[in-house]
């Protein structure tokens, strides 16, 4: 890039949560900070609070958006338009942003695009991350199930100037709702490779988490939500406990999973499954965050294989830490997953509701040493396609498309 840009980036929610909005954001805005642009992070009020009180060290600037804006829209959409018109225009007049990049697109995009659609200034792209452009109504999942939101969503996001879709499947809800073919564009989450990498005492992780030392171990991350199916998890590891002699364990990480322990007592499977709530935060050294955090990292590091048999993700964002970290990967046939992985080239992509083909799955890589190898190694080589290098790479050169429509 010529010169320095300047680059507003909203967000409808931000850390310390840690899903995969949150992070995708702060390793963007970190690494297009060490490429000497100037990333602005506009959070919701209360993250940034805690942050503050957290005492977490952000290398990037952090603005707090309105109290409560978010509830407004969704409440009043005219009133809530309104403050955040004039937020965003404060906002523009005072950092003079080359490009805004936005995260969610419902509500921080529909925002953006109200705001954006009457200024000649403003350029911009919106990257959709999860509930905000994703629906199932099976498992209660998805803001566009209240259908003033989904009209609110269809009629404002398909004139976005660019529309980023992190995985074919997202790239499809973009068409369904009517957004051009010419506005979107293909840019995946992105993995740091290099913190999946160097020496590591297996055996002490494994003791942090009470993990059997010598014990073939199943990783799954995420949070708990019934997108996670982590119902269909219990009852395939309680399939495959009544099937092998082998000593294994599944340890399941995230928010509140800790929830799932009558689950796992029902199976009778105290000794086989570890719960673990979300491992994250900023690191020791100085408060500055490390996501994901060295622990989980590590823990990836520990593992033997991963499973994930989520019913809908928009890209899943964990399957590609495991994959950097070396693990063969078992994940449902479903958005988001079969996206990444492709069945026997990259991992195994079984039915997500069917219990019996993920304990098959999860038996076939326990049992055959030569196949769970040469899955590791597929693993390992298709998650160079999401190496962050090539993410901010694509990035800067949107921003750059966009400056030069200006």
Known sequence: MTQARTIAMPISSFLPSLGGAEIGLHNIASRLLERGLRPVVMAPAPHVKRLREDRWRLPYTVEALPPKAWSLLRRAPWVGFFVLDRYFARMQARYRFDCWHCTMG???????????RKRADVRYLIRCAGEDIQRDADIGYGARLDPRVDRVVRDLLPQADMLIAISDSVA????????????IRHVPNGVDLARFEGALDRRAVRARHGLDPDAFVFLSVGRNHPKKNYIALIEATARLAAETERRFQLLIVGGGVRDLAAQVERHGL??????????????????????????????????????????????????VEAMAAGLPVIVGDSPGCRDVVRHGRDGL?????????????????ITDDDARRAYAAKAKARA???????????????????????
Request: aromatic share 12%; with cysteine.
């Open 106 to 116: 419902y509500p921080t995009g529909v925002a953006l695009v109200h705001f954006a």
């Open 270 to 319: 105290a000794e086989r499954v570890r719960l673990c709530d979300q491992i994250g935060g900023p690191d020791a050294a100085g408060g500055v965050p490390a996501l994901p955090s060295g622990e989980l990292v590590a823990l990836y590091r520990s593992a033997d294989a991963f499973v994930f048999p989520s019913l809908i993700e928009t890209f899943g964002i964990a399957v």
């Open 349 to 365: 992509v079984v039915p997500a509701r069917d219990a019996e083909a993920l304990a098959d799955a999860m038996s076939m890589l």
């Open 384 to 406: 160079f396609d999401f190496s962050w290098d090539r993410v901010i790479d694509a990035y800067t050169a949107l921003y750059e498309e966009l400056y030069a429509t200006r």
């Open 172 to 183: 499809e809800e973009y068409r369904a709702i009517g957004v051009a073919e010419a506005r």
